[in-house]
Every structure is written in C-alpha cells, then in structure tokens.
C-alpha cells in the first residue's frame, strides 16, 4: 500500500531558529495534510494542499507541494516554545482513507 | 461541544478482558474514522464509515478488533480478549465526507489511553 516517509524523526533545536521538514511518497499524492499533535492531544490541521507547486502559509508557518506530487515541505519560522510536538504529513490513500507519515518529533531548546 | 469528543480518556484493564472505546463526532460530519498510535509512533489506520455505506474495515489488525456506527453519528470501537499489544491511544477522527476537497479534512479527538495489564 501506499506509504510516506518523513525526515527528519526528529530535531532539537534553538528558540528562534527555522525549522524545515519533508516528506516523501513512492506513489502520487493530490492532496496533502499537515498536522500537529501536542502531548495527550489529538492531531490538529495546520495546512491543506491540493495542487501540486502550491504555496501556502499559516501564521509562521508554510507548506509546498512538490511539483513531483511525491512531496511536500513544511517550514516553521522563528519557531517558539509552542511549537513543540509531533508533525504528521497525511495523503489520501483511496477513495477518502488517509495515510499518515511517522511523523517528525520537534523539541525547541531555550 | 464543537469539537470530536471521546470517552473515556484512559482505559486500564487486564489481559482477556473485553472493552470498548467510545467516539462522538462533530454534528453534520458524515465520515468518522479510528486510528491506532502506539508509544512514539505514527497513525495507523484502523477502520472509516461513511454515511450509510459498508465501512472500510481493511485496517483492522485482527477479528478481535469490530466497531460500530449507530445512526450515522456516535461510534463504538470494540476490542475483544484484550493483548498487551493492543495498548495505545485509540484516535477517533469525523470529517464532513462526501468527497470534494475541504470535506476530507479530518478533526480529531483527544483519544483514549489503553493499557493492557
């Protein structure tokens, strides 16, 4: 079945620095999903794409749709405290299931 | 509420032991998903209804696993004779379904904590 892969797992960094993370699909995505998910949460929505070369920003954040349509990037800019948690790209699998990535882990030192 | 909401929130019980896990979905959300995440690890999809029709059972990892989906609205996932690998976060997931772009964006509960003694 259809699988992706995100990298990297996971990455420390400096309250204020940029983040970027990707990730990859064997298979043709015409959608992607971007989700947080905060400890004991459950995942929340921080970006929708649906075609591919499309750019589009949430706050600090943005995400591309690879023009491959086998990957996406998610960029987090001046990143905060808040902003540590787990990352999680999505893609329709078929008809309306979803596959999620592993996820990429962020911790955001002070 | 406005939001999916799930009961209850953590789960203890003893190996071979029944449970079930309980979803609500937002009001007017026709597809309502469950998904399993183990301790550090991504979502694995267990089963998805959609309106009236047969659900897509295809994630389910065993015949100990069912779930239901009265009236197109609250959902029962049922976990029978209970292993110790069956401890996880149960997520449920409901969007507004019916194909089209912004109807396939999932909102999730908080889930429900299971452990398996």
């Known amino acids: 079945g259809q699988q992706l892969n995100q990298s990297p797992q996971s990455m420390f960094i400096q309250e204020g620095e940029d983040v970027s993370m990707n990730c990859t699909s064997s298979?043709?995505?015409?959608?992607w999903l971007w989700y947080k998910q905060d400890p004991g949460e459950g995942p929340v929505l921080l970006i929708a794409?649906?075609?591919?070369?499309e750019l589009t920003s949430n706050g600090r954040l943005t995400a591309q749709f690879g023009i491959t349509r086998k990957d996406s990037f998610l960029n987090i800019s001046a990143s905060i405290p808040s902003d540590v948690g787990i990352y999680f790209c999505?893609?329709?699998?078929?008809?309306?299931?979803?596959?999620f990535g592993p996820g990429t882990r962020l911790s955001v030192l002070p | 509420g406005a939001g999916v909401s799930q009961s209850p929130s953590n789960k203890v019980t003893e190996k071979g032991k029944d449970v079930e896990l309980r979803c609500d979905p937002i009001?007017?959300?026709?597809?309502l998903y469950w998904y399993r995440q183990s301790l550090g690890q991504g979502l694995e999809f267990l089963i998805y209804?959609?309106?009236?029709?047969?659900?897509?059972k295809s994630g389910l990892p065993s015949d100990r696993f069912s779930a239901e989906r009265t009236g197109g609205s609250v959902s029962t996932l049922t976990i029978q004779r209970t292993q110790q690998e069956d401890s996880a976060v149960y997520l449920c997931?409901?969007?507004?379904?019916?194909?089209?772009?912004?109807?396939?964006?999932?909102?999730f509960g908080p889930g429900t904590r299971l452990t398996v003694l």
């Open positions: 997931a409901s969007s507004l379904g019916g194909g089209g772009r912004v109807n396939n964006e999932q909102f």
């Open positions: 298979s043709i995505f015409n959608t």
């Open positions: 794409l649906y075609k591919a070369g």
């Open positions: 999505a893609g329709p699998s078929y008809g309306q299931n979803f596959v």
């Open positions: 009001s007017g959300h026709t597809a």
């Open positions: 209804f959609q309106g009236n029709s047969a659900p897509d």
